[in-house]
């Protein structure tokens, strides 16, 4: 290169650089001496963001504290509604300090570098926010709803008004950048000092350096696309599988805890008042006592199976004054919900308990309530459990502080001890000592035996010492006890609340589980021969005869003369009506058709419901009387209209949230193939064959590429849930669980089984998945075994040979999880809709609560393939490998021909060449594809040459720095 050209080149660039100087100059004094115009739009903008922050949060702080303050008509679910108004608030309080402290009011909007970050920050917040106010949008009272919509409301205005900040702020960034600065610099620095050496300085050099900025720009370019595209798709997919994660947690507390009740508070306490029960005579003074005794998990079948409690059941003892009659209980087949279900005669899907663990006191009438309120004396022995669910309706100081909590507590291998203490509670009530306030009603549980079946199982398989036999036998001598004391003036009702699989287990919807017996003993009654024989719900065939123990209740609160629980789904147990005087037992059946009557009133009114009370049913007077016969045919209809409506009901919101989680499910798949088609390198339409793409090479090997990444995807999606599903199946059939439901997960104890064989498989299959795909696409050196087994197990020190093959699986992985989820929600429609907290289905019945688990346990399943996917999505496809730039200039090249290819479409020719000319991006793909075309290396090679010719010829003014400056890192 000739001097004068030298020295042309150098005014040149010298001009140029002192332009952009310059400017970059009076932009800095232009910056530097603005001014706050609190007329600006900016102003503006930012005022009205932070006063629409400071009045959410006004709002969500005034709701957690309407939460606290209206009782009467919140439903029992007012505690989780509050916490997720308190996690609200807090939320609103940590986005508003966040928005106040960066959208400074009296701070120049274009000195705030970091403002698109943090408002991008807020943005994500905010959309979290949205997502988890979605409960609030199911509060029962029309003040609170307003205030929780209009949050909503206000939370989507300021993702309007950020996202209007954002775009200026975008658009002052790229007014603020100076272009070409490093470039010119370098020129100038080259050209300063070139003079006395222009011979050492060829033209070859000058050009190499121009294409090699034009090149570093490219790649600055093409990585500012891949990062927007990966943090988009990132960002869609992290908000539907976080609502799949919530709604999986929501779910899952449901089914070892407890639900909202069917009925609110106001609805209840409707029901519950003592003023409606004036038509009510009381029969207590000729009524009988009751004792009512539990014994935990014993199966009808060992009414026969066991010898010895069938020999005492033989006997000369019970044989001529006892029933034994065939008991279904209520669904899910656990302990709590079952023990409430006899108290109160409410199945769990209208208290809500649908677990053991958690259960707070009931507020369903019970009948220790309703013996309560007449003064009854009372009393109750057993698990601290048992006490907990009506401690504040037994007497003070009664219960079950007689009996140490440390005996026998659950998950004992052994509470044989605990429940001989308890005999001899329940025989000392019985004794002199209470003869002169003897109990009306007491209850004694004995849980021996559910400890044993729990711990070792039923069947000798399992129980090779046969201890769950043994247990029933110490309860057939306990119960020996018992009817050796009791007087005749009592009558004893054994009941179980649940049976066990032979494996041992509870909880599921196996019918051995729901098979228990319940046994009618009074003395000297010759109840077996002689039992009621007048108009009843179930008839006179004792043998044919099924209950409910939902019956136990209301046949308990008759025998004691007094009026049935208020939200008691039951009906009385014939065979022992002959105990109730005949002088009140019409009596007795007009209260019963009295509650059923409010009860299905008031069920009607909480489901909205537009079937109306049947015209031909009499409401509930004071003074007007009917027939036994009459009452019966009353209360039968009343209960076929509950159970028609609930099956209407079960029907139409199933059907609801399926319909609309299959609609948003296919508009959420559509919207994440148009979005990773827009804004990632993936060319999701390539993936469809099309007869022209062949004609050019380069079209059809990146539409092979999506296609191959695409179905690997989906098989290794695909594998992962039949290899979880099947290792989750054998696991459990060989440890003897025939039947995939809750059952699995009976005690707290076996929970870590249950997360062991449902999560580690897909932890162990989610590395291997991924390192294979690795393995497939890296180059293997000839070094030792330690070096390979650091790239096989890790990939440390790996070097690929196609990253957009591993770029292209993994964010079709991302997209395959995320189409699992929504199938899944689509499966959980039957108790529930993919955003937790609204369209939930209260009831249970057998297949939903066999799909329900079903569903839980497949999401649980997914939880390592969908925190892998999208940790390999924030922090690159490779991870923390690192990656060549030869090797990145491959993945760009993938959004080359995808933006030459889509140009290719809409001028329906495949020209190669014409496509390339007719993008406006063509001079960066020009230079990338001349960087790809020429050897790897050529750029360090010359970088490193310039940096060497400096050194040489003693360019002080050259340094290092200035070159590593525009040295890509």
């Known amino acids: 290169m000739s001097t004068s050209s030298l020295q042309n080149l150098r005014s040149d660039s010298t001009s140029t650089f002192e332009l952009h100087k310059n ?31 400071f009045v959410d949060l006004i709002l969500t ?19 989780e509604d509050v916490g997720s108004a308190w996690i609200q608030m807090l939320s609103n309080l940590g986005i508003t300090l966040l928005g106040v402290v960066s959208l400074g009011l009296f701070i120049p909007y274009s000195r705030r570098r970091q403002i698109v970050p943090i408002l991008q920050t807020v943005a994500v917040l905010r959309v979290i926010s949205i997502i988890l106010s979605f409960p609030s949008l199911s509060y029962p009272t029309s003040s609170r709803l307003s205030i929780a919509l209009t949050c909503v409301i206000l939370n989507f205005v300021e993702l309007i008004v950020i996202s209007v900040l954002l775009l200026r702020a975008s658009r002052l960034s790229r007014l603020a950048s100076p272009k070409k600065v490093a470039r010119h610099s370098v020129y100038t620095q080259i050209s300063q000092n070139s003079s006395d050496h222009a011979s050492d300085l060829s033209k070859v050099f000058v050009e190499e350096l121009d294409n090699w900025m034009l090149l570093r720009q ?53 029901m519950n008042d003592p003023s409606l029960l004036n038509y009510f005579d009381y029969g207590n003074e000729t009524s009988p006592k009751v004792l009512l005794v539990v014994i935990d998990g014993l199966r009808y079948d060992f009414t026969s199976k066991s010898a010895e409690l069938n020999s005492f059941l033989s006997s000369e003892v019970m044989l001529n004054d006892s029933v034994v009659l065939h008991m279904r209980a209520q669904l899910p087949s656990m302990s709590v919900p079952n023990w409430i279900s006899i108290l109160t005669g409410a199945p769990p899907e209208s208290t809500g308990v649908l677990g053991n663990l958690l259960v707070p006191e009931t507020q369903f009438d019970s009948i220790f309530k309703q013996a309560g309120l007449v003064d009854l004396n009372r009393g109750l022995t057993g698990s601290p459990w048992f006490s907990a669910i009506i401690k504040s309706t037994l007497p003070f100081l009664g219960g079950d502080a007689t009996l140490p909590t440390s005996l026998g507590g659950a998950g004992d291998d052994s509470s044989n001890n605990a429940d001989n203490v308890r005999c001899n509670i329940t025989l000392d009530a ?28 039923v ?92 019956d136990v209740a209301p046949t308990v609160c008759a025998l004691l003369g007094i009026p049935v ?14 105990f109730i005087p005949s002088d009140l037992l019409n009596n007795h059946f007009k209260d019963l058709y009295y509650q059923k009557y409010r009860l299905v009133s008031n069920f009607l009114d909480t489901l909205k419901s537009s079937t109306k009370m049947p015209d031909n049913l009499p409401a509930p007077s004071l003074n007007e009387s009917y027939p036994i016969e009459d009452y019966i045919g009353f209360v039968n209809q009343l209960l076929d209209l509950h ?43 390539s993936i469809l064959p099309h007869k022209e793409m062949l004609d050019c090479p380069s079209e059809s090997h990146l539409a092979f590429s999506n296609r191959k990444a695409f179905i690997i995807s989906f098989v290794s999606v695909a594998l992962y849930y039949l290899i979880c599903i099947g290792v989750y199946n054998i696991a459990f059939q060989a440890v003897g669980y025939r039947t995939w439901d809750s059952t699995v997960i009976h005690t707290p104890q076996v929970l870590s089984r249950y997360v062991a064989i449902t999560v580690v498989p897909g932890i162990i299959f989610t590395y291997i998945m991924f390192r294979a795909t690795h393995m497939i696409y890296t180059f293997w050196p000839k070094g030792d075994i330690w070096t390979k087994s650091k790239i096989l197990f890790v990939g440390k020190d790996a070097t690929f040979s196609n990253v957009g093959m591993i770029y292209l699986i993994r964010y079709y992985l991302l997209f395959w999880t ?46 390592p393939l969908c925190f892998s996917t999208l940790i390999v999505m924030i922090f690159g496809p490779w991870g923390k490998m690192k990656t060549k730039l030869p090797d990145m200039d491959g993945l760009y090249l993938i959004k080359m021909y995808k933006d030459l290819r889509a140009i290719s479409v809409e001028k329906k020719r495949f020209n190669f060449e014409e496509s390339l000319e007719e993008h406006k991006n063509k001079v960066y793909y020009s230079a990338l594809i001349g960087e790809v075309k020429n050897h790897k290396f050529r750029r360090v090679q010359f970088s490193a040459d310039l940096i060497d010719l400096g050194k040489k010829r003693n360019y002080e003014s050259v340094p290092e720095t200035s070159i590593s400056v525009a040295l890509p890192t």
């Open 61 to 79: 702080i005034a709701l957690v504290s309407l939460g606290d303050i209206v009782q009467q008509d919140t439903s029992f679910e007012q505690a």
């Open 643 to 685: 159970t028609s409506v609930r099956d209407k009901t079960i029907s139409s919101n199933t059907a609801r949230n399926i319909t609309t989680s299959i609609v948003l499910a296919i508009a959420l798949v559509v919207a994440s193939l148009f979005l990773m088609n827009g804004v990632t390198f993936c060319d999701v339409a």
């Open 459 to 550: 069947d000798t398989k399992w129980n090779k010492k046969d201890t769950y036999s043994g247990a029933v036998y110490n309860k057939t001598l306990i119960l020996e006890k018992i009817m050796s004391t009791v007087d005749s003036e009592t009558v004893v009702v054994i009941v179980s609340d649940h049976g066990h699989v032979n494996r041992g287990g509870h909880g599921g919807v196996d019918d051995i589980l729901r098979s228990v017996p319940v046994i009618f003993y009074k003395k000297d009654s010759n109840l077996a021969n002689n039992y009621y024989q007048g108009p009843g719900f179930y008839g006179t065939e004792i043998d044919d005869m099924v209950v409910q123990n939902l």
């Open 23 to 53: 400017g970059r100059d009076r932009t800095n004094t232009s910056r530097a001496s603005t001014k706050i115009d609190v007329r600006s739009p900016d102003f503006v903008i930012r005022l009205l963001l932070i006063s629409i922050l």
């Open 218 to 270: 490219t790649r600055k370019f093409l990585r500012k696309k891949y990062r927007s595209g990966r943090n988009a798709w990132a960002l869609l997919a992290f908000m539907i599988l976080g609502i799949g994660i919530a709604t999986f947690v929501a779910e899952f507390k449901k089914v070892v805890t407890t639900q909202s009740p069917l009925y609110v508070a106001g609805a209840l306490e409707s």
């Open 430 to 457: 019985l004794g002199p000592r209470f003869a002169y306030n003897p109990y009306k009603l007491f209850l004694a549980h004995f849980s021996d035996v559910d400890i044993q079946g729990h711990c070792c199982g």
């Open 818 to 863: 995320v189409v699992s989820w929504l199938f899944l929600f689509i499966l959980q429609g039957s108790y529930t809709f993919m955003v937790p907290g609204i369209f939930r289905v209260h009831f249970v019945y057998a297949a939903q609560w066999a799909m329900r688990f079903r569903v839980l346990t497949v999401q649980f399943m997914s939880l």
């Open 565 to 578: 629980p208020r939200q008691s789904e039951g009906r009385f147990i014939d065979p022992v009506l002959r």
